[in-house]
Each structure stands twice: as structure tokens, then as C-alpha cells.
């Protein structure tokens, strides 16, 4: 396994990390989900992400439970805040009361002392960003939160919080966490210039666009019972019979360099050097494995070529 820095920081995190959405405690089996986390972390994986909004926190306990098996040292952990855990009117957002609540409920079921990363889940247009930046910063303070971060900001919205953040002296957001993939690559003409830019490293998430990219899908008529589509509603939206058909030319690529389509399809991930890290999902130990090993693979640029004129 290779590390990366993440941004202009000096944390280091595995190219590929872990996480828990639409899995941990929910409709992966718990030793499944345990067995992946401890198969993740015995090959190099350190970097271990999930959000209170998981199953209602099911899945944050689930990943504390596993992780409490390693020294907290050993690896970076990261959770989320902002979509509504309550039916009140302060149960969600970016104000100071919801962060604050929300923070220390997630310490609990992740039995931690800290977090090294508290990503905002999405931008809070309710919220002033300095109100938010200023809450993170205190429990930064105090020793509760070790990096900033955000999820699927936009350029704009990411560069007034880094406006605020030094007009106040507050701590800056060294992370992003887009959504990034073959099929969907919208961070490319804002998004990562301003990372690169101002120091914001990305932790892309649905790299295998859920699971399309791992090849398991020869039709929308022939979708396999235990995967994701076949599972969860709303998954088959993003499958197409043109996308499928754009799978099977990158898998003959992929066969060609003796890997998998997945691995593949992170390898082009990780050929970004603002991207510090590939977080994928996993219900299965296997699966981390053969995800990992796409850490260290360098893609010629005739083999980058070759996959842009199929996805073009």
C-alpha cells in the first residue's frame, strides 16, 4: 500500500480507504462488515471513513467497534455531519449547536476520544460559514477534531470557507470529498485546480461508480442478487446498457495489463496527484483485496489514452 498526503498537510493516507456508506449497519452482515475493516487495515489500508447519517449511526458504531481492535495511532478515521439525525428543526445543518451535539454523538458510538477528520457532509446555505468554521476550530482546540473537511462543495463555496478561515485565523479545510469516477468526472474543471491551488487534497468516493466499474454487471436485464442494484433501491439508476458496454472495452484494456476493470478504473483515479485517496465500499473481505491492490499502478499515457477515447 501506498500514502499520500492529504492536501498541504502532513497526514499521510492510504491511495485506498475504507468506507461504511449504504454498507455497515445496514444491509451487510456485521461479521462481513468486521472481517472487511480488519482485512483493509492488514493490508496497509489506514484510512477509515464514515458519518453519523450511516444508517442513523449504526454504521459508526460498527466502525468503532472493529477499529478499537488497533492502537488509535494506527489509523485515520474520519465522520461526517450535516444531514438530519432528529425531526426537530436544529437536528441537521451546519450550526454550531448541530455540529457541537452532533460531534460528541458520534465520539460516543465511535468510542474516541477524536476524530483526525470531521468532513461538513454538504454546503449549509442557512448557516454563515464563519459560524460553522469558528465551532470546528474550537473543538479543533480542543483536541476533538484534528483536520477540516468538506463534502461536494462547490469551487465557490469551498473558496469563501478558505476566505473566512484566514480573515478570522481559523482553521483551514484541507479536505474534499467529491464524488469521482470514469463516469462522472464534474471535479475536473473547478474542483481540482483550486485544490491544487490552495492545498485542498480530494478523497474521491463512488470511484467504481457503485460498482459498475467493477464489471459485474453484463445487462440491466441480468442484474446479480447480491449486489448493490439488486439490493438497494434507486442503485439501477446509473447503470446503462452504454455504460456497460464501455465496461466491457475498458475490461479488455484492463485484461491486457493483467489486472482488473476496477483496478483500472482506480489506477485512473490515482493518476491525479491532488486526489490523496480512492474510498471504496466493500461487503466482502475479498473485495478490499483486490481494491488494494490497485495502489501503486501507474498507467502509461498511451493506456490513459486508450481509456479516454472509450469514455469519450
Not at 472487511?36 to 464514515?50: E, M, Q
Not at 468538506?150 to 478561515?165: K, P
Not at 482488473?260 to 480512492?278: D, K, M, T
Request: proline share 3%; with cysteine; glycine share 8%.
Amino acid at each position: 500500500m501506498r500514502y499520500r498526503k492529504l492536501g498541504k498537510s502532513g497526514l499521510k493516507v492510504s491511495e485506498i480507504s475504507l468506507g461504511s456508506w449504504l454498507t455497515y449497519g445496514g444491509y451487510v452482515e456485521k461479521k462481513n462488515a468486521v472481517d472487511s475493516i480488519h482485512k483493509a487495515y492488514d493490508l496497509g489500508i489506514n484510512f477509515f471513513d464514515t458519518a453519523n447519517v450511516y444508517e442513523r449511526g449504526e454504521a459508526e458504531k460498527v466502525v468503532g467497534e472493529a477499529l478499537n481492535t488497533y492502537s488509535r495511532d494506527s489509523y485515520v478515521l474520519a465522520t461526517k455531519v450535516f444531514w438530519p439525525m432528529g425531526s426537530g428543526p436544529n437536528d441537521r445543518g451546519l450550526s454550531r449547536k448541530h455540529v457541537f451535539e452532533q460531534l460528541h454523538a458520534s465520539l460516543k458510538r465511535l468510542n474516541t476520544d477524536y476524530v483526525d477528520i470531521y468532513y461538513c457532509h454538504r454546503f449549509d446555505p442557512e448557516t454563515p460559514v464563519e459560524e460553522t468554521l469558528r465551532t470546528i476550530d474550537d473543538m479543533v482546540r480542543q483536541g476533538k477534531i484534528l483536520y477540516a473537511g468538506v463534502s461536494e462543495w462547490t469551487a465557490v463555496q469551498m473558496a469563501e470557507a478558505l476566505a473566512v478561515a484566514d480573515k478570522y485565523l481559523l482553521d483551514r479545510i484541507v479536505v474534499n470529498q467529491p464524488v469521482y469516477n470514469m463516469f462522472n468526472r464534474y471535479i475536473e474543471k473547478e474542483v481540482i485546480p483550486l485544490g491544487e491551488q490552495k492545498g485542498i487534497g480530494q478523497v474521491v468516493f463512488s470511484p467504481l461508480a457503485q460498482g459498475l466499474l467493477s464489471g459485474k454487471y453484463t445487462s440491466i436485464s441480468d442484474i446479480p442478487a447480491d449486489s448493490r442494484a439488486a439490493k438497494l433501491e434507486g442503485m439501477r439508476n446509473g447503470i446503462t446498457e452504454e455504460k456497460i458496454a464501455k465496461v466491457g472495452q475498458l475490461d479488455g484494456i484492463a485484461k491486457e495489463l493483467g489486472i482488473s476493470v476496477a483496478q483500472l478504473a482506480l489506477a485512473w483515479i490515482l493518476r491525479q496527484p491532488n486526489v490523496a485517496s480512492a474510498l471504496v465500499g466493500a461487503s466482502r473481505p475479498e473485495q478490499v483485496e483486490e481494491n488494494a491492490k490497485a495502489s501503486g499502478i501507474e498507467l502509461s499515457s498511451d493506456v490513459i489514452d486508450k481509456i479516454e477515447s472509450i469514455l469519450a
